[in-house]
């Protein structure tokens, strides 16, 4: 194997170094997710950690690498979430000061737990470039130690621990599904798989919107920036000291589209029974993408991360819903007259919907002076009751029809 920036044995080490401190998270078979994609899948819970992702591991092994003069001048790193959340955490059980630069994008959620782990939490700049300016910046003038989310070796073996746990529970693996923001973590688990079984595949997965990896590697040029669900591997410039790893090691890497991570957001909260960030769900959204690839193999998903806020989740789920045409908004217009909305509401009780939302509109200028329109938005079991509604009321005369898709207001959840 070529010199990389760290070997199995720095990872083995940083699996002495973590062991106690950083829990050792559960792989499970996955049933449900292997029925939908056609594979056997296992899902390695890195949402269990106590901050909710893999970036612990990684953390500690830093952490616990630094002198007693620099824990006492203390620490300092930027991250959009995850990695802010473990430096915190784990600064504050070892007894090191922290501060933590975060872009003034950041999940409401993700700072909110930084601060509550007792960080000093400075928002800054739109993006992480510009925090990690701010960060080092303050490094200097204040004699921090500077902690990156992933260009940092000590870092890459500390995630590299998560491959190891792997292949211990499931030699048998045939492909190795990971999220790919920097490439930290990637880098570590392909480093650690590749020297216990070198015929393992490990696949990468970007957010289509975040191609960083993918550019260099293939020498495009797509367009990389825009809002993302999965905020976790929003990464505009690859890690310099994963990327060798990558290039060499790594099998592949798959684009994934915002509609499939919201789906596999989805998946994992109600199939799998577990909650998945949009950065930690993209590995069962590279298994939709291309079924095909994983079909009848034995794959282990990296959830990488669980760190969703609830909102965002709510909305998700609804969105899969309407997506899969169990949430559905119809408009019935007619003549006004006492009881029409208590009969629509009575009929549609009788087919087997559920209301989930009325607007009840006179003053409309498409609607007659005497008329009414009435937007429902209903719950059915699926597509084809959904179709079975609208075939009924169109017999009743109310002549239904669907208005496009739109999330619940939050009122109706």
């Known amino acids: 194997m070529a010199e990389y920036a760290i070997t199995i044995e720095d990872v083995k080490k940083a699996a002495t170094t973590i062991k106690g401190q950083v829990l050792r998270t559960p792989l499970v078979p996955a049933p449900r ?81 930084t601060r509550a782990y007792g960080a000093n939490v400075i928002l800054y700049g739109e993006t992480l470039y510009e925090a990690a300016d701010k960060a080092r910046a303050i490094a200097a003038e204040k004699g921090l130690v500077f902690v990156h989310p992933y260009d940092d070796p000590l870092i890459m073996a500390g995630q590299g621990t998560c491959g190891l746990e792997i292949l211990e529970d499931l030699p048998d693996v045939e492909q190795i599904v990971v999220p790919i923001g920097g490439g930290g973590l990637i880098s570590g688990i392909t480093i650690a798989a590749k020297a216990l079984k070198p015929g393992v595949e490990v696949i990468g997965v970007e957010a289509a919107l975040y191609p960083s990896f993918q550019n260099v590697l293939a020498h495009e040029d797509r367009p990389i920036g825009g809002a993302t669900l999965a905020e976790g591997i929003a990464v505009k410039a690859v890690g310099q000291i994963a990327l060798p790893v990558v290039k060499d090691l790594v099998s592949e890497i798959i684009l994934v589209e915002e509609a499939l991570i919201e789906r596999a957001v989805n998946d994992y909260a109600t199939l799998q029974r577990t909650m998945a960030e949009g950065a930690g769900a993209a590995g069962l959204a590279a298994m939709l993408t291309q079924p095909d690839k994983f079909r009848g193999k034995t794959v282990c998903l990296v959830l990488s991360g669980g760190n969703i806020d609830a909102r965002i989740l709510a909305s998700v789920m609804v969105r899969e819903l309407e997506r899969d045409n169990r949430i559905v908004s119809l408009r019935i217009t007619s003549q006004d007259r006492p009881g029409l909305l208590g009969s629509v509401a009575s009929r549609l009780g009788q087919l087997g919907a559920n209301i989930l939302e009325v607007s009840h509109g006179r003053l409309f200028l498409d609607v007659p002076a005497k008329g009414v329109s009435i937007d429902i938005t209903i719950e059915t079991r699926d597509s084809a009751h959904t179709s079975e509604i609208f075939e009924a009321l169109a017999k009743d005369g109310l002549e239904p029809k669907r208005v496009g898709q739109q999330c619940l207001s939050e009122r109706a959840y």
Request: no cysteine; net charge positive; hydrophobic share 40%.
């Open 33 to 113: 997710l292997s029925q939908i994609t056609g594979a056997k899948v296992f899902v390695k819970h890195e949402n269990m950690q106590p901050t909710g992702s893999f970036k612990e591991r990684g953390a500690v092994n830093k952490l616990q690498s630094l002198t007693a003069e620099e824990r006492k001048r203390g620490v300092i790193a930027m991250s959009a979430g995850n990695h802010a959340q473990a430096v915190a955490y784990h600064a504050r059980r070892l007894g090191i000061p922290a501060t933590i630069v975060m872009p003034e994008t950041a999940p409401l959620v993700k700072a909110e737990n």
